[in-house]
């Protein structure tokens, strides 16, 4: 269940506990990402407009005496044409582009799904060490006991730079008393430094082990010859939950034991009067305001090899480690409040350095607002509103990180959380976006992520949330094109019906509009890159539907306008002017190709005009219209295909009209902006 052992190896890989871990959590499913949500509701009213739709016509063209044959042949026309069949493919390329653009900000995305979700996030929950902070661990000030001190200079993982030992007792006993303390806390600790012509070579272990020993090195303390002095009997290694961790060794004959931990835990392993507890306490206290970890270092001779016997130990002194804030992270946080995400930060430091971190971050302002484990553990049935009024969690055990975000999702949060160690697994899998921590995490919890952090670096998840949103708004560009084109079709359609007309396009016209012109172009919205303000706008409800109110008026303004346009022109080509089926199909079908060409500029944004947004930031899109309409062009002359489509070559006088007649959609789509635009101003000014 703990410690340290010496095993053989009987097991890998997914036969192994953790490899087990790791397959329930690959069976087990965490929440559904939105969008995937906001699709099967989008497909089912798509299926249910559709199923009425057929089912209205086959009615009426049953009572008007159609043959079966008329009826189901209309009926699979009308189906293609409500069905938007090219919503899969692009909004895979949208998910796709994201991902990679995401992929250049140093997040990998696992779930393609989750591209959107980290857009959709109310809430971050992030790990502290590493994340937030640089996970350099180093040594700034020993205190000794009144009146007794040293500051310690040098960056972490280095062996250069001074310690000054000063205080009102003579400086050879405070050198003493240091070299006693770092002595201490060098065998308290597992790390291993190699150092080589005074330079660290290889420094591997905990980051907090490899600051004792580096500040050992400094005091020109050798770890294999302290080895050699002291040599090991037993030792309690850390964990979360003891937060301490001690060796026993042999020296002259006697045992001894050392500790290093929470100062709080250490102080219950020595022998002190109320007044010396005091003092340690507040300076402790002190420097934990000031934003340092402290950790406190006992040792002494004992009884026996085992935690019972740390008991009237000596105290050694404190540690003052600062594990200095990534310099990138204030305006990350700055940037996620703009962008309406809050976030909270869970550490396993001392409420004070916790706190005192979290307010140089703006992450808390109040000392209330910081609460631990143990206070959580404490709350029983007020525990949901300790957690909703908390900003910072600290001295926090692994497994209450899942308890924590189960309370936030309680609350009407999405949660995204970060974590890196197999314990962090559960949290990561609960949570409805994962971020596991690619540099220093471990496989099960890469495994449970749904997004790896390749540089550790909470300040990579801004342009993720920028690019999750950036994806969410092309997927609505998309549906907005393929929704108003099927909707437009389906009008044409029943107002020919009405009028008494034959069908006006066939079912392998309404398949090459959806799946050959149209779906070239719709592809090309997936290249959109984000708008401005992205993240300026508070994150969108996880219930939100994608059909909402302003994609039904997008929907019907403008397939409404294509759709009386188009029946228009078949009913005055094949009514009026006595064209025959094949001809006014085969215009009605050039003139529905160049709506949609038309159609795709307006869809670009859906509150922008079209002319504030240059085509030169998505040349794809231009390639994409020139494309569709040269294959469209194409087919009119290529034997065989023209036969199968029904099209033959037009004037190019006749083109013009027709195109001059798609152009009209843009005064459509542009007015309807300008007048939502004008609608939403007049109301905020209303409510301000």
């Known amino acids: 269940m703990a410690g340290r052992a010496t095993g053989i190896v009987i ?16 069976k087990n499913e965490s ?12 497909t089912h009213l798509i299926a249910l407009f559709t199923l009425a739709a057929v089912a209205g016509v086959a009615l009426i063209q049953f009572l008007n ?17 409500a069905i938007p069949a090219g919503l899969p493919v692009a909004i895979t390329v949208a998910l796709s582009v994201a991902s990679s653009r995401m992929a250049e900000r140093n997040v990998i995305v696992r779930r393609l799904a989750a591209v959107e979700g980290l857009g959709s996030c109310t809430l971050i929950a992030s790990d502290k060490t590493g994340t937030l902070t640089a996970n ?8 000794l006991g009144p009146n007794r001190q040293a500051e310690i200079g040098g960056e972490a993982r280095s062996l250069e730079g001074e310690v000054t030992a000063g205080g009102e007792t003579p400086e050879d006993e405070t050198c003493e008393a240091l070299r006693t303390f770092a002595t201490g806390g060098a065998l308290a600790s597992e790390g291993e430094l190699t150092i080589a012509q005074g330079e660290i070579q290889k420094a591997e272990g905990d980051t907090t082990d490899l600051a004792f020993l580096v500040l050992a090195a400094k ?24 937060f301490f961790s001690a060796t026993f060794n042999t020296s002259q004959d006697r045992l001894v034991a050392h500790a290093k931990g929470a100062p709080e835990t250490i102080i219950d392993m020595c022998s002190l009067d109320d007044e010396t507890r005091q003092t340690i306490e507040k300076q402790q206290k002190d420097w934990a305001n000031e934003g340092f970890r402290v950790l406190a270092v006992a040792g002494g001779e004992v009884d026996a090899a085992n935690e019972e016997s740390l008991r009237n130990l000596s105290f050694l002194g404190l540690v003052a480690l600062i594990d200095p804030i990534r310099d990138e992270v204030p305006e990350a946080i700055e940037r996620c409040y703009g962008a309406g995400v809050g976030v909270r930060m869970i550490t396993g430091d001392h409420p004070d350095t916790a706190y005192a971190i979290g307010s140089s971050l703006k992450l808390a302002d109040e000392r209330d607002q910081v609460i631990t484990g ?33 309370s936030l999702q309680r609350d009407g949060h999405y949660v995204a959380v970060t974590g890196d160690g197999v314990n962090d697994a559960p949290a990561l899998d609960r949570a409805n976006i994962g971020i596991a921590m690619g540099a220093s995490g471990t496989d099960v919890a890469r495994s449970a992520g749904d997004l790896i952090l390749t540089d550790d670096n909470f300040a990579s998840v801004v342009p993720g949330i920028e690019w999750g949103r950036t994806a969410y708004d092309n997927v609505r560009k998309v549906v907005w094109l393929l929704l108003s084109t099927g909707t437009a079709e389906v009008l044409l359609f029943f107002l020919a019906l009405g009028f008494g007309l034959p069908i006006p396009l066939t079912a392998v016209q309404l398949l090459w509009l959806n799946m050959v012109t149209n779906g070239i ?24 539907p994608i059909f909402n109110r302003r994609m039904v008026e997008n929907v019907l303004v403008s397939g409404i306008y294509i759709g009386v346009v188009a029946f228009g022109v078949y009913y005055y080509l094949y009514s009026v002017m006595g064209m025959d089926e094949a001809q006014a199909r085969n215009l009605t079908l ?8 038309i159609h795709l500029l307006s869809c670009r944004s859906e509150r922008r005009s079209l002319f504030k947004v240059p085509l030169r930031s998505n040349p794809l899109l231009l390639l994409s219209i020139i494309g569709a309409h040269g294959i469209h062009v194409a087919a009119m002359y290529i034997p065989g295909l023209k036969d199968v489509l029904g099209v033959s070559p037009v004037s190019w006088q006749t083109w013009a009209v027709l195109l001059g007649i798609a152009v009209t959609l843009l005064f459509v789509d542009e007015s309807a902006k300008w007048l939502r635009s004008r609608k939403v101003s007049s109301g905020k000014a209303s409510s301000g």
């Open 521 to 544: 172009q719709d592809v090309a919205l997936g290249f959109e890159k984000a708008e401005p303000g992205v993240l300026d706008r508070p994150p969108r409800s996880p219930d939100e």
């Open 31 to 42: 929440g559904t990402p939105p969008l995937v949500q906001k699709l099967k509701r989008l």
């Open 219 to 242: 005091l020109g303390i050798d770890q294999q010859t302290l080895a050699d002095e002291y040599p090991e009997e037993d030792r309690i290694p850390f964990e979360a939950s003891k």
């Open 136 to 143: 350099k661990l180093t040594v700034q000030r020993v205190w």
């Open 11 to 26: 097991r890998t890989g997914k036969t192994t506990e953790i490899g087990q871990i790791a397959a329930s959590l690959a």
């Open 374 to 406: 143990k206070a959580l553990s404490e709350a029983n049935d007020e525990a949901d509103v300790r957690i909703g009024r908390a900003r910072v969690f600290a001295r926090v055990e692994p497994l209450q990180k899942t308890e924590i975000v189960e």
């Open 65 to 81: 005496g159609k043959s079966f044959v008329d009826i189901f042949t209309l009926a699979v026309a009308l189906s293609v044409a």
């Open 590 to 597: 050039l003139l529905m190709v160049l709506f949609e060409n």
